[in-house]
């Protein structure tokens, strides 16, 4: 019965917010520009950016290109800014240095090194090491009590390098919640007393991090198989009799490694969100103001390799750029304020979002909506919106304009914790998170360049978006009502 309750208000949210659809703003759409959002794309990913990690100094150029990029446009800074739109903030964070170096000893004194990031990468999080070790296989490498299960109850891990597999034991009966995450298994191999920790999967992908752990590395799955040759086992035929047996399986290896992790972890660091507002012109609306947000951050470098972070997210801190260049320099000034944020931290935790809603710059309050484009920049499967069934009038409003504007499908999840938007949400302000489906597979990976992107799905995402935000800009009256996933 409340599932049905829901559906008609869902049906009567369609119809009320189809009928309220602004016409097409001709003049600023045709303003809209793919190749201006490729441009400041290209900019955000300059080498000299290095991937625009969090309190490196490539992000601080980065920030100062955006901030250069408001000022041009004209956008004020918010009270408690200065002219350069700096929030500025402070995080510790651990670096992955130069010259890290992997190897497992095959026979006596016979070497294989493996290749940084083809083969291998040090997690964000790790110490620095220079140790050779007996290797121990302990499963999945899981600790839950809940669910029963612990890969190191018949093991010593004391002083050796803990290889594990990725992911949890797929069991139907056991849900083994979060215990699968990396960071938490290399928690648990800590506490058992290992020396180091090797997460293995399919392809290793960079992130950063704020804490510190013992040394850690994400290496490949099929180097395992190597080191089973002998008996005949493999990392599949692993996986399958623990599914089988519905018990860990760990083992002892004849073999040792040899980790080398360069890290250096720095306890303050000098970080910015970049913050700029357009400031409405309607008497009674002007005080409200509509959030546009994007993180500017990436991953940064690790070792030599630069993460530059074109799709994720150089394409969505574009989107919001040349989105204030076109209401500042081609719309008529709206009636509420729309302040536009490029986000610091967001691969550290979303930070800078937290930072943000914890020392708002303006009256939480008075706050009407939030948005967030985050991987924007390629893809033609369709424009998703995490939070869409959360806020079903909301996403309409984007059903509504792309069917309009003729785009791609939009379509529609729970709301998450995945991305800057969720500590708005968090505050009580409608919000939602858009990216594209369907884009390449760089995700977190050095390839992650801009001329993967998409022109045309840049300029879909710029006019879409600026559809939204002009309609919630200028609007008698913005009410979007929160539905609660009951299957959660
Ligand atoms: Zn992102």
Redesign the pocket.
């Known amino acids: 019965m409340k599932k049905f309750i829901v559906l008609i208000l869902f049906t009567l949210s369609v119809s009320l917010s189809a009928q309220t659809l602004l016409d097409i703003d001709e003049r600023a759409l045709q303003a809209i520009d793919g190749e201006r959002c490729l441009e400041h794309v290209q900019n955000l990913t300059d080498y000299t950016l290095e991937g625009r990690g969090t309190g490196a100094q490539g992000y601080c150029y980065a920030a100062k290109y955006v901030s250069e990029r408001f000022l041009d446009a004209g956008l004020m800074p918010p009270p408690g800014t200065d002219s350069t739109h700096y929030q500025i903030f402070y995080v510790s964070r651990n670096f992955i240095d130069q010259r890290c170096a992997f190897a497992i000893e095959y026979d006596k004194d016979h070497w294989q090194y493996f290749k940084f990031y083809d083969d291998y990468l040090p997690f964000a999080s790790s110490a620095p090491a220079h140790t050779t070790k007996p290797l121990v296989f302990a499963g999945y490498g899981i600790v839950s009590p809940d669910s029963q299960w612990n890969d190191y109850e018949r093991i010593d891990v004391t002083d050796k390098i803990v290889i594990a597999l990725d992911g949890t034991p797929q069991m139907d009966s056991l849900d083994f919640g979060r215990s699968g995450r990396s960071r938490n298994k290399v928690k648990h191999a800590e506490n058992a007393g290992a020396a180091g920790f090797i997460h293995l999967c399919q392809k290793p992908i960079g992130g950063i991090s704020t804490k510190r752990t013992i040394p850690a590395i994400a290496l490949r799955q099929c180097i395992l198989d190597s080191l089973f040759k002998t008996r005949d086992i493999t990392a599949q035929s692993i996986i399958d009799s623990i599914k089988t047996l519905k018990a860990p399986v760990a083992v002892p290896l004849a073999n040792r490694a040899q980790i080398t992790i360069n890290s250096h972890y720095v306890d303050s660091l000098q970080t910015m969100n970049v913050v700029g507002l357009l400031t409405g012109q309607d008497a009674d609306l002007k005080d409200e103001y509509i959030i546009v947000g994007a993180?500017l951050d990436h991953v940064g470098k690790l070792g030599d390799v630069i993460f530059p972070g074109a799709n994720?997210?150089a394409s969505g801190s574009a989107v919001i750029t040349h989105l204030a260049e076109v209401f500042t320099r081609h719309a008529e000034r709206p009636k509420r304020s729309i302040l536009f944020i490029a986000f610091s931290g967001?691969?550290a935790g979303l930070l800078g979002a937290e930072y943000y809603t914890d020392h708002p710059l303006l009256p939480i309050e008075k706050s009407r909506a939030m948005i967030n484009l985050?991987?924007v920049g390629a893809g033609d499967q369709g424009f998703m919106l995490v939070g869409g069934h959360s806020y079903p009038a909301f996403a309409e409003l984007y059903q509504g304009y792309a069917e309009k504007l003729g785009f791609m499908e939009v379509k529609r999840r729970w709301m998450s914790k995945n991305?800057d938007h969720w500590h708005f949400y968090d505050k009580g302000i409608p919000s939602l998170f858009m990216y594209c489906m369907g884009g390449p597979p760089t995700y977190h990976s050095p390839n992650d360049t801009y001329d993967t992107l998409d022109v045309e799905t840049l300029e879909q995402v710029a006019r879409l978006n600026y559809m939204v935000i002009h309609h919630l800009a200028n609007c008698d009256e913005i009410t979007f009502d929160y539905v609660e996933n009951e299957s959660e």
Request: glycine residues 0%; aromatic residues 0%; without cysteine.
């Open positions: 993180h994720d997210n967001e691969e985050d991987m991305s």
